[in-house]
Every structure is written in structure tokens, then in C-alpha cells.
């Protein structure tokens, strides 16, 4: 543990963010981390509880167990009634080592603090951006208080640690000869196709989009990850050796079977775009699209010609759903133009 009193003596703070008109000019992130030296006094703010349920990654039971309910404020109930936050998430689902990191920050320990971030987490620079950070619901400082920023320094260790050369390709030094297909390129294929490859084993990954990354490509905006940051680590897992072939959608028996037949194992790491359609009037009309749809074809035209799509331009725009795609399309909608939003 840092600093015993850190929690009493520092309040949090969240580094800034643009002023909502300013956002709606361009498509790039608006948020910025405070500096190194807040950023540590923020990791200093952890006070290691000695039951800290940030890295727990659990689901809540109906009943959740005393120890938990004390450290989360559930209020205990003579009878047993289903918790507030039955069926949520508690802390992080990647078991992140997070008082560790957030000790080592505080000391100034940066590239330690990366050593131990990446046992757990192949990609902090997209969790630390657009991960909804359960662990920080979980923090036994928002009790009664404010939670450590631990999203924050999350994503400022693995940009410190990109600053300073140490996020490098990885190459085994023995190969299995094993020889391995990923179908999908989203967060899952690439978490896999890092970790099969580290092991030794051949990847290669193929997507049927033109470009490699799946949702964190075309399915979130630029605002929220700038797709720049995508390509940096593409960039690393293909100079670890993992292949890519992208444009290459494996929608045929034919091509199912000659994959199967060409490699020793097949990973399927498809289906996070696949929508719920509604079957009501008007569906069919050329103007209702789902949400990816919208979103892929905005950050796609970002990218091929460097403007953003006029879809929504001039429109008023209804949009079904209040989640956090939702949130993107109001956010893309409200860049392109659209006269209303409902
Ligand atoms: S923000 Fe980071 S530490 Fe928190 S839950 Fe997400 S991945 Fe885990």
C-alpha cells in the first residue's frame, strides 16, 4: 500500500475533457489524462483494502454473500431479499492485479506497473478507453466517496509504457507446428490470436471487413478510440508474426471446409455485430438501419476519405435503444448534422 491517507488527503480527478461544442466539430477523442505526477498521486488514492473487490470479476448472486454485501453498502435484510446488484458485474472481469498497479504508480514504478498490468490484460490501451469499468463500482472508496481513477490508470500505464518503447511485438523463440485459424478480428480473435501465438502456435486470423479489429475498428467512433490507436497495436500483433487476412468473409461450406482441413485448430470469434431486428411497419424502409450499420459506415468513410458520412445530415433522427451503442449513434448523428434526435 502507497500511501495510508491517500484517500483522505486527495480527492479524485479525472484529467479533461472538451467543451460539448467543441466535441461536435470532429470526430477525435476529446478526453485527456492528467499528468504523470497526478496520475500518481491518483494511484496513491488506492488503499489496498485488505478485502479490495475491484479484480474480482464476479457476477452477483441473488444472496450475496455478508463479507460482500458489508464491503459493497448493501444494506443487510433480516429476511433474504434479492440484492440491488444482483446479476451485475463486481469488479474486473479480467482480473486485473489493480491495488498492485495502483501501488506501483504512486512510487513512480511505471514500467513495473505495465509488467503486472499485461499478466492479466493483453490490451489495456482499448480497456483503459472504453471498458465501463465495473472495477470502479466495485472500489471500496466509492462506498462513501469517490472511486480511485482506476480506468485512468489503466490507460496511463500502457501510454507511458507505449511512450517509452516497452509495449514490443512478441515472437516465441520455439514454434509448436501447430497451426491455428481465428475467424474474426473483433477484441476476442485478437486477445486469442496474442495469446495462441505467444504459446508458439501459427495464427492467422481472417475478417471479412477490409480492415482488421472488428468492433473496436468500424463499431466504435473515433471519439471514443481513435482508430490510429487500433492500428498501433494491429501493427504489433502482425510484427509478432500473427497473419491476417482480412476482406475474407468464411461464409461457405467450401471455404469452412478447406479452413478445417488446413489447420489443427479453429477458433470462432464472430457474432458481436449480429443485430435483433424488429419486425414492425416500415421496417423495410431504406432509412431504418441498425445501429453498426450507421456506426461502421461513418468511421469507414473517416477513414477512406478522411470526411465523415452525411447519413443522418439534415435528418431528424429516431434512434431505438438508450445503451451505449445508442449513445454512439446520438454522438455520430449529432457530428453529421442530423436536425433532431428523439
Ligand atoms: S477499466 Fe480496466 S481494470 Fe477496470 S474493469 Fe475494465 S479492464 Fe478491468
Known amino acids: 500500500m502507497g500511501n495510508p491517507r491517500g484517500f483522505l488527503d486527495f480527492e479524485r480527478v479525472e484529467g479533461s475533457a472538451l467543451e460539448p461544442e467543441q466535441r461536435l466539430k470532429n470526430y477525435k477523442e476529446f478526453y485527456s489524462l492528467p499528468s504523470k505526477e497526478e496520475q500518481e498521486r491518483q494511484g496513491g488514492r488506492c ?8 479484480h474480482t470479476g464476479i457476477i452477483a448472486r441473488k444472496s450475496t454473500p455478508v463479507s460482500l454485501k458489508s464491503a459493497l453498502g448493501v444494506i443487510s435484510c433480516a429476511e433474504e431479499k434479492p440484492s440491488p446488484i444482483s446479476g451485475g458485474d463486481v469488479g474486473c472481469p479480467l482480473h486485473n492485479l489493480i491495488p498492485e498497479w495502483n501501488d506501483l504508480i504512486y512510487r513512480g514504478l511505471w514500467s513495473e506497473a505495465y509488467d503486472r498490468l499485461s499478466l492479466t490484460n493483453p490490451f489495456p490501451d482499448f480497456t483503459g478507453k472504453v471498458c465501463p469499468a465495473p472495477c470502479e463500482d466495485s472500489c471500496v472508496c466509492a462506498i462513501n466517496g469517490e472511486s480511485v481513477t482506476i480506468k485512468n490508470n489503466e490507460l496511463a500505464i500502457v501510454e507511458n509504457a507505449f511512450k517509452s518503447g516497452l509495449v514490443k511485438p512478441f515472437i516465441p523463440k520455439k514454434r509448436s507446428g501447430k497451426k ?14 496474442w495469446e495462441l501465438n505467444a504459446r508458439g502456435h501459427k495464427v492467422v486470423v481472417y475478417e471479412r471487413s477490409d480492415r482488421a479489429g472488428g468492433l473496436l475498428m468500424y463499431g466504435i467512433p473515433d471519439m471514443k478510440l481513435d482508430k490510429s490507436l487500433v492500428q498501433r497495436r494491429l501493427d504489433i500483433l502482425a510484427r509478432s508474426e500473427i497473419e491476417f487476412k482480412t476482406g475474407y468473409a468464411v461464409d461457405s461450406k467450401k471455404k469452412a471446409e478447406e479452413i478445417l482441413k488446413s489447420y489443427d ?15 414492425i411497419e416500415g421496417r423495410q ?28 445530415k439534415g435528418k431528424d433522427v429516431l434512434i431505438i435503444g438508450s445503451g451505449d451503442t445508442s449513445v454512439d449513434c446520438v454522438a455520430v448523428a449529432l457530428r453529421q448534422g442530423a436536425k433532431s434526435i428523439t
Do not use: H, R, W, Y
Request: hydrophobic share 50%; with cysteine; aromatic share 4%.
Open 47 to 54: 488503499m489496498n483494502c485488505g478485502v479490495a473487490f475491484c
Open 285 to 312: 424502409s431504406e432509412d431504418v438501419m441498425f445501429a453498426l450499420d450507421f456506426l461502421t459506415a461513418s468511421t469507414k468513410s473517416l477513414l477512406d476519405s478522411g470526411k465523415g458520412a452525411q447519413i443522418a
Open 265 to 279: 485448430v479453429l477458433v470462432l470469434a464472430t457474432g458481436a455485430s449480429k443485430p435483433i431486428d424488429l419486425q
Open 180 to 193: 491455428i485459424a481465428i475467424i474474426g478480428s473483433g477484441p476476442a480473435g485478437l486477445a486469442c490470436a
